[in-house]
């Protein structure tokens, strides 16, 4: 059985496990070209969506109808724009935090964003990050993030979560 290093905490792990036992993180393989190739495909189906989105709005709709009716804020999944408010919110909260370390969003953001009606968005996460004494840290959160209008966001709520 081989072993390999688990990426958060350096340590050795079987290749077979799934969870580092130490830390809990995830041991799953990411490649640089995976994740190219997920942003990739991420806009090519925004381009596609765009462009056959547009196409369905009537030939003798305004200039304006097409501009609202592909911009409306209130009718998108703003899920990553949420997870990325969150972390600033996040980032406030800590004592003095060095180096600071999200999971990234764009290969799992449904594991940690649940859009729950209304522009509003439940984050479960967690935050790796240096205090003041130089310790490293974990500290997972939940937070409760609503849009409020087409650049504006309101923290609803943040717990930080022991142990």
């Not at 997920?38 to 381009?47: A, K, N, S, Y």
Request: net charge negative; proline share 2%.
């Amino acid at each position: 059985m081989s072993s390999k290093k688990c990426r958060e905490c350096g340590r050795e792990v079987s290749s077979e496990d799934t969870e580092c036992p130490d830390c809990g993180a995830r041991l799953k393989d990411r490649s640089k070209l995976g994740c190219l190739s997920g942003i990739v495909i991420i806009l090519i189906l925004w381009w596609l969506g765009f462009y056959y989105g547009r196409s369905y709005i009537s030939n003798d709709a305004s200039s304006d109808d097409v501009k609202n009716a592909s911009m409306n804020w209130q009718d998108q999944d703003n899920s990553i724009v949420a997870y990325i408010k969150i972390q600033d919110y996040v980032k406030q909260d800590l004592n003095a935090p060095v180096n600071v370390k999200f999971p990234e969003i764009v290969e799992k953001h449904s594991d940690y964003v649940k859009r729950i009606g209304d522009q509003k968005y439940l984050i479960t996460s967690y935050v790796d990050y240096e205090n003041s004494a130089g310790t490293k840290m974990r500290t997972r959160f939940i937070g409760e993030i609503q849009q409020i209008s087409e650049h504006e966001w309101n923290l609803i709520s943040l717990y930080f979560l022991k142990g």
